[in-house]
């Protein structure tokens, strides 16, 4: 079974500094890794897509993660916060092993200063 | 517009009063899922269904009861709600194979049990 886990449940960061939210996973097989992003008061959306393709994945609004089998590691970054950037970020990962199941980790809370 | 509607958005009832709460998407997703979200525990799978007529246990299904009649609809029934129900809950749809689509959410109902 697969299982993800998140360093921080809350990361705060100055505007215009580099955003940077840990994610580590356990899978038996080749595994399928998300970012999600919820904002205040909405649902989940996703931010990108790791499917075995490109190790280095580029999302919206500015985020890119990088898959690092050594490490089993989906670290997601960008390089300067927007105010727009505050919100709730899930890292997710799904394999075959368990019907492509979606296993979130618990969460990190970004808060951008001023 | 590709979307999942749940309804409804709050919803505050009393212990054992059955409810139901309605998803439905209209992208002809095979795969639709159920999940609770509480702080500090991320999203928990409740039931999924790979298809019509075809439902499954997810992570934390006791309490719960869901049917797929139809392939757009994924309501989650409570037959008798307790406290530790309440919850923020999201129904997502994707095709099938989810592993390599990620999932698209609803927006979300939050539940309150009295």
């Known amino acids: 079974a697969q299982s993800v886990t998140q360093l921080g449940s809350h990361v705060s960061v100055s505007e215009g500094a580099l955003v940077l939210l840990r994610c580590n996973y356990s899978s038996s097989v080749p595994p399928y890794l998300f970012w999600y992003v919820q904002y205040p008061n909405q649902g989940l959306q996703l931010l990108l897509k790791y499917t075995s393709a490109a190790t280095l994945v580029k999302g919206i609004n500015g985020f890119e993660a990088e898959f690092k089998k050594s490490e089993t590691s989906f670290h997601l970054t960008k390089p300067s916060a927007h105010m727009s950037d505050a919100a709730e970020y899930f890292c997710?990962?799904?394999?075959?092993?368990?019907?492509?199941?979606?296993?979130f980790g618990a969460g990190t809370t970004v808060t951008v200063r001023a | 517009e590709a979307q999942v509607t749940q309804n409804p958005r709050y919803l505050i009832t009393v212990t054992g009063k059955k409810l139901t709460v309605t998803c439905s998407q209209n992208m002809n997703h095979e795969y639709m899922s159920w999940y609770r979200q509480d702080p500090g525990l991320g999203l928990r799978q409740i039931y999924y269904?790979?298809?019509?007529?075809?439902?499954d246990k997810g992570d934390v299904p006791e309490g719960y009861k869901v049917s797929r009649k139809e392939k757009r609809n994924f309501p989650l029934i409570l037959e008798s709600p307790s406290p530790n129900q309440t919850s923020l809950y999201f129904c997502a749809s994707s095709y099938a194979p989810q592993g390599n689509y990620g999932y698209t959410f609803g927006s979300g109902t939050r539940l309150t049990v009295v």
């Open positions: 997710a990962v799904s394999d075959r092993s368990n019907d492509y199941k979606l296993s």
């Open positions: 269904s790979m298809n019509v007529e075809v439902t």
